[in-house]
């Protein structure tokens, strides 16, 4: 799976949806609790007795999922449902996003069922229809995840609607190498010197993962503590900021005005809340979260190797945890499989210290100019099922995850992998805005090279890089708004 923001942005897309700002913003005066009764919602299953014999065509960009759709789903699906053949076009990355708007904009009906990321999840919405009847079990599908890209408010009726399901989702979460973690030894040492668990499953906050980072790296056990991504160059900050900042949002009730991941849309570096009067909800990186945040992302990466000589990035993070030089790494859970083996039969999984995670989602949408939407429901739904899910190396299902967990044909190890994604998929809310936010490029670029000059010593003043940061989002705002 790519990384979090590796999205790809169409440029073509912006001019034609600049309205739907508008839509955004006032999502603000909707409460999340609203967004997640509006998700139960389903209607019957549709049956294939009640379809004609058709063709629909799904089309996604080369990689794992279609992999995955080519070889397992429709071959089952097609099986399943004879009347119903199905059509796979794959672009490479580059193209992909492109090739849709250019058929969005032409107003084509030759695709029914199109892909789309976290990051082209605004230029998406409103060319999908809304999922709330398709028959989907929605109480079944990972809603941190789904929430994070699949959800669209609609001014017009008042209400959320899901336009887009949960294809996969890696999740960023906390890997820990057990050869250790399980040393009865240092699990006692360690307590007699910080007086809490080694067990990451007990931690509640970042401060526990510094202690630890400290315990490792002073007592020579390893030669640097937990790796963290930390490369602004290779837009690495993008995820793995956000997960420590979270945690500073989530308990701050003044900033996050009591929401789980600030407003739908806009994401955790704004208020939870905005003024009737707002272009846009106040921004929220030079309040205390940002600063605090900040600085404990500065004192975990003083526990890895220097970024200006050896960045961590996501590329490098697998083999770097391989050298055994770390306890462990913030990772995507899906990079396990770029982990050397002779570390990786080692490594357990657990939720970023709190109990959470940051979702890496991709939805599939039906196209509204889609002649064949019945039948593009049809495959939706049987995607989505436990059954096939349970196939799948991202399942988006709650059952398929247990009967992952419950296969004692699978090692251990892999099923209580298993077992801490589900966990901390049920509250990956560490998303940082689908709404304008991901159509400004240079907001991540403004606040990447902030803190990356804070985490090298280029500035020591958090406080007056936030500032400066805010200034520069403000300006940039006002004029995409304008």
Known sequence: MSKRYNDGISSKMIAGIIVIAIVVIVVGVVSYNYYRESMKTTTA????????????????????????????????FEKEYPNIKVNLVTYPYSQYFSAVSTAFQAGSNQYDIVLYTHGTAYQFWPYLIP??????????????????GGIYYNKTSNQYEIVGELFGSSFYIFAYNTKLFNNTLLQQEFYNEYHFSLDPWTWNN???????????????????????????????????????????????????????????????????????????????????????????????????PNPLQLPITYDNLPDILGENVSPGAFMWNSQINAVPSNISKYIAFAPLPGGYA???????????????????????????????????????????????????????????????????????????????????????????????????????NAQEIMNSVVQKWIDALNAYLS
């Open 45 to 76: 299953p549709i049956t294939n007795s009640s379809l004609q014999p058709q063709t629909i065509t799904v089309v996604m960009y080369s990689g794992g999922g279609a992999n995955f759709l080519n070889k397992t789903v429709i071959p089952m």
């Open 131 to 148: 999922l709330n009847n398709s028959g989907i079990n929605q109480s079944d599908i990972l809603q941190g995840a789904e929430a994070d």
């Open 206 to 304: 970042w401060t526990q993962v510094i202690d630890a980072d400290q315990f490792f790296v002073s007592h020579n056990i390893t030669k640097y503590g937990f790796l963290i991504a930390d490369s602004a160059s290779d837009k690495d900050i993008d995820y793995s900021f956000p997960a420590v900042y979270y945690w500073f949002y989530e308990h701050n009730e003044t900033v996050n005005g009591g929401t789980s991941a600030g407003i739908p849309g806009w994401g955790i570096y704004f208020y939870g809340f905005m003024n009737s009067n707002s272009k846009y909800p106040q921004i929220a990186l030079n309040t205390s979260v940002g600063i605090e945040a900040l600085e404990t992302y500065k004192e975990l990466i003083s526990y890895e």
């Open 358 to 460: 940051e979702p890496g989602p991709t939805f599939l949408g039906i196209s509204k100019y889609s002649t064949h939407v019945k039948a593009a429901e049809l495959f939706l739904q049987f995607l989505t099922s436990p059954q096939v899910q349970v196939l799948s190396s991202v399942p988006v299902s709650k059952q398929a995850f247990n009967m992952l967990i419950s296969n004692k044909s699978l090692p251990l190890l892999v099923r209580e992998r298993y077992n801490a994604t589900l966990i901390a998929s049920q509250k990956a809310y560490a998303g940082v805005g689908t709404g304008v936010p991901s159509q400004i490029p240079t907001l991540s670029t403004y606040l990447d090279n902030g803190i990356f000059s804070y985490i090298t010593n280029q500035s020591n």
